[in-house]
């Protein structure tokens, strides 16, 4: 999948947790499609890491700075962004044997919780890819206090990560080399950036 650096889809997405430092006040924060993205790696091989990202990063993070509970996220990755650098894996990865974006054209991610984890935070949620829903953990690292723009809007920077099994969401394609190992690696790292504007 992809090195995502997806606050994360949750930030990708669980972008929640800077809530220490954004202020007193409960507050919303939409997701910057323009400088957000999830990325992914996973092994090729069993010598090689492919990595990948995702695009189309949309959502709204809700701030609550005096009651981390009540803060949370929800995110939605466009499938079809998918992009590794190389146009016939892209077309494969969307086609059925692996995302099937015709059919499932979104995956999201919606908080449960969020808890302080030393001075970061970790957000669990609910993932939904290829049409499975599976809890995940997002771990969360606020980036530097929130900025204005020209315009006065206050931004504010996230990245999140978290790994899973892709069998668990149905992505089973791939068998294995002569050796035995196998040709796609089981373990997806995700690495998510997220920028999100106050609305």
């Not at 049409?131 to 530097?144: F, N, R, S």
């Not at 900025?147 to 790994?163: P, S, V």
């Not at 997806?188 to 950036?193: F, P, Q, W």
């Amino acid at each position: 999948m992809a090195r995502l650096k997806l606050a994360g889809w949750a930030a990708a997405l669980v972008l929640v947790a800077g809530a220490a430092t954004a202020g007193a006040q409960v507050s919303d924060w939409k997701l910057d499609p323009n400088h957000s993205e999830a990325d992914f790696s996973i092994q090729h091989m069993a010598i090689s890491t492919v990595h990948g990202s995702f695009r189309g990063v949309t959502g709204v993070i809700h701030l609550d700075p005096a009651n981390l509970g009540k803060s949370g996220v929800e995110a939605s990755i466009d499938a079809s962004t998918v992009d590794t650098g190389v146009a016939a894996r892209d077309t494969h990865l969307k086609s059925p044997d692996f995302f099937d974006v015709a059919k499932f054209p979104t995956i999201t991610f919606k908080s449960t919780s969020v808890s302080a984890s030393g001075g970061d935070y970790d957000v669990a949620g609910d993932l939904t890819l290829h049409g499975v829903t599976k809890p995940v953990v997002l771990h969360l690292d606020p980036l530097g206090k929130p900025q204005a723009d020209a315009k006065g809007n206050l931004h504010r920077g996230f990245t999140a990560t978290t790994t899973f099994n892709r069998r668990d969401f149905g992505l089973v394609w791939g068998g294995n080399l002569s050796s035995g190992d196998p040709m796609v690696g089981d373990s997806v790292k995700i690495e998510l950036d997220i920028e999100a504007v106050k609305s």
